[in-house]
């Protein structure tokens, strides 16, 4: 909780996560690929752009809630699919989830999460899935767990036919094996040493894990599969080879096969430009995410918010348009929403958040997501978000 009360923007959480996890796994969050050009592209695009506020209007307190495809939110704002959640602290997945629910918002669960959808079952609603699948019988399989777990909506990321080329993981041995089993521990010992307390919490919840997988009656179930995400356990986690040959060599003809058989929404992530949005139209899809993976897969792909412009005048009218990539700020949103997103999706801060303090961490994180757009808004003489379009920002935003 101490740590918790820490956390005043992202920044304090990357810092708060940098002191509490071995090197191998902060950098697993915080690199990108290659020369991270397009990573720090991401958040300088946001950083360029000015308000162009309106002053004496009123005193009225801005309200942020808002719809994505027929989904109700506290703010526009997600939490992306992450791999190897179950790495940065215990609460895992899980914690995730129910940090989400509590701010009413909506958190996506990765295929390569560590946790499988049944794991999040019971857990209280709306819930969605992002798919990376080998092949249409594996993402067949997928898709019908993830139905019958309760999932309702279906991201299909499309920007990792392989996966990139992430230097800093290659450097630390994380490429050749993200699974922390005794063998990486014992290579890996230096690091884990210097921060005990991760080393404890994550020795325990293995344990627990164990422990529980061996009663008799317990969680059983047959993960041989090799489409299938792990069995519920934060330190025996999938490699990201394995992520990657999981990684979705999709083509658009496979998305339309995907919309036949998922009937709540479905969003592709990882668009960049108009004509892939419109291609993702074509297909049925009801939103797309302008995303490239946190820079995370082509280094030199544009940011995100450079090429919002052009994907909302391509297909606005059309589909639903997300985006992610360097959000910051509270302000953040602000800008993109004004720039013609219905919503965005953080990845890295609610991960630095939940290194730092478990899903507290995250609770912290997302209560000042809100309540600094709203102080934006309220600064700006803005009352809601469907106000919110190009004129409250400079011209040209660029
Ligand atoms: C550690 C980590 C793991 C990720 N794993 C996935 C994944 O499994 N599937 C996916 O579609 N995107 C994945 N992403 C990308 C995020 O969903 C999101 O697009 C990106 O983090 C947004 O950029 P930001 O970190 O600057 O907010 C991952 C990102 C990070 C940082």
């Known amino acids: 909780v101490a740590s918790a009360n820490r956390i005043h923007n992202v920044a304090d959480a990357r810092r708060l996560a940098r002191r509490s996890l071995p090197r191998v796994v902060f950098d697993y969050v915080d690199g990108a690929a290659e020369d991270e050009l397009t990573m720090v592209e991401n958040e300088r695009a946001f950083q360029e752009v000015r308000f162009r506020p309106r ?15 027929s989904t109700a939110l506290s703010m526009p704002l997600f939490l992306a699919p992450a791999g190897l959640v179950g790495l940065l602290h215990p609460d895992g997945a899980a914690g995730v989830a129910r940090a ?7 958190s996506i669960l990765s295929t390569v999460a560590g946790v499988a959808p049944e794991d999040l079952a019971s857990h209280p609603g709306p819930r969605w899935f992002q798919l ?3 092949d249409r019988t594996a993402a067949e399989e997928l898709m019908l767990r993830a139905a019958a777990s309760g999932f309702d909506g279906l991201v299909v990321t499309v ?5 990139g080329k992430r230097e800093r993981d290659i450097r630390n041995g994380m490429a050749r094996s993200l699974q922390l089993d005794a063998r990486s521990v014992v290579r890996l010992g230096p690091q884990v040493a210097v921060r005990p307390l991760w080393a404890i919490r994550m020795l325990r919840t293995s ?14 179930r047959n993960d041989d599969t090799s489409s299938a995400p792990p069995r519920s356990s934060s330190i025996a986690s999938p490699s990201e080879v394995a992520a990657a040959k999981l990684a979705s060599p999709f083509t658009w003809e496979d998305i339309a096969w995907v ?7 479905l969003l592709i992530k990882g668009v960049l430009s108009g004509d892939d949005a419109n291609r993702a139209a074509d297909a049925g899809a009801d939103a797309v995410i302008v995303s490239n993976h946190g820079g995370r897969q082509l280094d030199g792909a544009p940011a995100t918010l450079r090429v919002l412009p052009e994907v909302v005048s391509a297909a606005g009218d059309r589909i639903e348009i997300l985006v992610d990539g360097g959000v910051r700020r509270g302000g953040d949103i602000v800008k993109a929403v004004a720039l013609g997103a219905r919503a965005v999706l953080i990845g890295r801060p609610y991960l630095y958040a939940l290194a730092a303090a478990g899903e507290e961490g995250i609770d912290r994180l997302l209560e000042v997501f809100r309540v600094d757009m709203a102080r934006t808004m309220a600064l700006m003489g803005c009352h809601s978000v469907s106000e919110l379009d190009r004129s409250w920002l400079q011209s040209p935003p660029f």
């Open 259 to 265: 919309r036949q058989h998922w009937s709540g929404p």
């Open 132 to 134: 990376y699948a080998a």
């Open 207 to 220: 344990l627990d894990t164990m422990r529980r997988t061996q009663t008799p009656g317990g969680v059983a």
């Open 55 to 69: 002053m004496a209007v009123t005193t009225r307190q801005p309200t942020v809630d808002t719809t994505v495809v």
């Open 159 to 163: 920007d990792t036919p392989e996966l």
């Open 100 to 106: 989400a629910k509590r701010a009413g918002i909506v």
